[in-house]
């Protein structure tokens, strides 16, 4: 399952990101989105757990908890039938449980 974490601080980096998932279960890919001018992070991030279990229970625990600062939101990420967005493609991983 992928998931969507955003409101994160420009200072937290993918290993911290990462540590706080594997809490939870295997971490399949952690990708902090950055600012391709910049190189500074745009404040969101996803990360890719292989078990639904352990990914709805990050997502419960983590959802709202204070991190350097500021509250994150975690959810699952949807893509809109139709919807083009070439970095997404969480179609065909999420039937394995």
């Given at each position: 399952m992928?998931l969507?974490?955003?409101?994160l601080?420009?200072i937290?980096?993918?290993a911290?990101l990462?540590a706080m998932f ?7 890919s952690?990708?902090?989105v950055m600012d391709?001018e910049?190189?500074?992070s ?5 990360v890719e ?5 352990e990914a709805?229970?990050?997502m ?5 908890l204070?991190?350097?600062?500021n509250?994150?939101?975690?959810k699952?990420t949807?893509?809109?039938?139709g ?5 997404e493609?969480?179609?065909?991983d999420?039937?394995?449980e």
């Amino acid at each position: 399952m992928k998931l969507l974490i955003r409101n994160l601080d420009r200072i937290t980096t993918e290993a911290e990101l990462q540590a706080m998932f594997e809490t939870h279960g295997k971490v399949q890919s952690c990708s902090l989105v950055m600012d391709k001018e910049t190189g500074a992070s745009k404040g969101f991030a996803f990360v890719e757990m292989p078990k639904i279990g352990e990914a709805k229970a990050a997502m419960q625990a983590l959802n709202g908890l204070k991190v350097a600062g500021n509250k994150i939101r975690v959810k699952k990420t949807d893509v809109a039938p139709g919807a083009s967005n070439s970095t997404e493609d969480s179609a065909s991983d999420d039937t394995n449980e």
